[in-house]
């Protein structure tokens, strides 16, 4: 029988199916646009598309399982086929599920560090030769796809994202996979665009634990008064084990984190990551992994991809470019690159370019973000506003709500590519904070300047 992908070329959708492919899964799949690196991946094992475009033809009563990609419409012809058809149709997480129903579940979820633990218990397990099933939202050094599925492995990490699960179900992915071992980083109001309150972003997170399995356990972190009041509340059968940011003291630009063995050096850095190194240490030792043998391997763990990523470094400059695009996240991360280089100029760049970041009502969230820039700098472009059919964001909201009088703003990006370019980098560390590419930023042109 035949798997089929509606919207192939996703991030997370184009993984899925190279892991199904590599389970020897008979897949194939439909797109009306697929890009780098989606496209010469999907090609390598024979799953690109011929035609770009949704073809109802393609779908027959052949297929085992159609899987549907947020991408797709709701009235998607090959959906409508499929519904047509009577054809069993899967969203990405309700997938997941089927494939890990007999395994541990352990499911990863926040509002921001999600990522960043999932990896990092990824490279721990990798690192001591344990093997497990995965799905986690970044490349990793050392593993080949983002998602990996067997039949013999005992564990399942998941990465629980609490965006919708597709264009059909508008449920929160990460409530579709009942863990048995369940993490909450952080709870900071996002994605306002599905969850218009501030309260009924924090429900998503109460119904997560209430769909922990009995007997199971919540690992979360205690630092977050909102985390720690959804845990302190929550009156299922389950373990609730606590974390908070572990003790670290930075000395000539090296992280030392404090073990029972001594300080350790570390290769991430920030109180951000040291909080998540925490949860990460209680989610592997409850995998098996036991303290020494976790604080062994995470000594070599660099970060995932694009979470506070060095980029360039050159004699006295560095650049790192992040993800970060949540006001607590952009507050956290700019102020672990100060803290990391306490001696040096910090430019930091950030990219206006999620829907919630582009809504007026919630850019006042922003206000002390950027606090510990030396140079702060707001990049967005007119045309995301566009695509994303918000009314336009004004230079003077944008001023209003960040405070501050020295804030430099752009919205052309060529402006914004000739100002970055002009400055001087001497004695400084460049942060570049974005989901998207500040309107093409050719990024291996600016290493080259800060290398």
């Known amino acids: 029988m035949r798997t089929h992908f509606i919207a192939i070329g996703g991030s997370a959708m184009h993984n899925l199916a190279l892991a199904l492919n590599n389970k020897g899964y008979q897949v194939t799949g439909s797109d009306d646009a697929i890009f780098e690196p989606s496209k010469s991946r999907l090609d390598k094992k024979g799953l690109l598309p011929a035609t770009m ?28 086929k499929a519904q047509e058809l009577g054809l069993k149709i899967y969203s990405y997480p309700e997938f997941l599920f089927e494939q890990s129903k007999n395994k541990t579940r352990v499911v990863i979820g926040g509002s921001h560090g999600k990522t960043t633990i999932t990896s990092m218990t990824l490279h721990v397990m990798h690192y001591h030769d344990i093997a497990v099933d995965y ?18 492995n005992d564990f399942i990490v998941l990465e629980g994202d609490e965006y919708l699960s597709s264009p059909i179900d508008r449920r929160p992915k990460f409530h579709l996979y009942q863990p048995n071992i369940a993490l909450i980083s952080g709870i900071a109001w996002d994605h306002i665009n599905v969850f218009p309150t501030y309260e009924n972003y924090v429900e998503q997170f109460e119904i997560f634990v209430s769909k922990i399995t009995n007997g199971g356990i919540l690992v979360y972190n205690e630092d977050d008064a909102e985390v720690k ?8 059968p389950i373990r609730k084990l606590a974390y908070t940011t572990p003790n670290y003291k930075v000395e000539n ?11 350790m050096p570390i290769e991430v850095f920030g109180a ?10 209680w989610i592997c030792q409850n995998m098996g992994v036991d303290e020494e043998a ?25 650049a790192y470019k992040d993800f970060a695009h949540s006001p607590s996240k952009v507050a956290a991360t700019t102020k672990a690159v100060k803290e990391q280089y306490p001696d040096r100029k910090l430019i930091a760049c950030l990219e206006l370019h999620t ?15 950027l606090q510990y820039a030396d140079t702060a700098v707001v990049f967005y472009s007119p045309d995301a506003v566009k695509i994303k059919q918000l009314d336009e964001v004004t230079y003077e909201q944008i001023a209003t709500a960040f405070n501050r009088e020295d804030l430099v703003i752009y919205t052309n990006p060529g402006e914004f590519k000739e100002y970055l370019f002009g400055l001087d980098f001497d004695n400084s560390a460049l942060l570049l904070m974005s989901s998207g590419n500040y309107g093409g930023l050719d990024f291996d042109e600016l290493k080259k300047v800060i290398a």
């Open 53 to 80: 475009g949704w073809f109802p033809e393609k779908i027959t009563n052949d297929i085992g399982a159609v899987i549907l990609g947020m991408h797709a419409k709701a009235d998607n012809p090959e959906l409508l």
């Open 135 to 152: 799905m986690v939202g970044a490349q990793l050094e050392g593993f080949d796809t983002m998602v990996h599925l067997t039949e013999e």
């Open 229 to 236: 009041k959804v845990a302190d509340a929550a009156t299922n």
């Open 253 to 263: 630009g090296v992280t030392l984190l404090e073990t029972p063995e001594g300080d």
């Open 272 to 281: 951000h990551n040291l909080n998540n190194l925490a949860g990460a240490k």
């Open 294 to 318: 976790f604080y062994e391997a995470i000594a070599s763990f660099k970060g995932a991809s694009k979470r506070l990523e060095k980029i360039a470094e050159g004699k006295g400059k560095v």
């Open 355 to 369: 829907y919630s970041s582009l809504n007026a009502d919630f850019l006042k969230e922003y206000e002390g973000a």
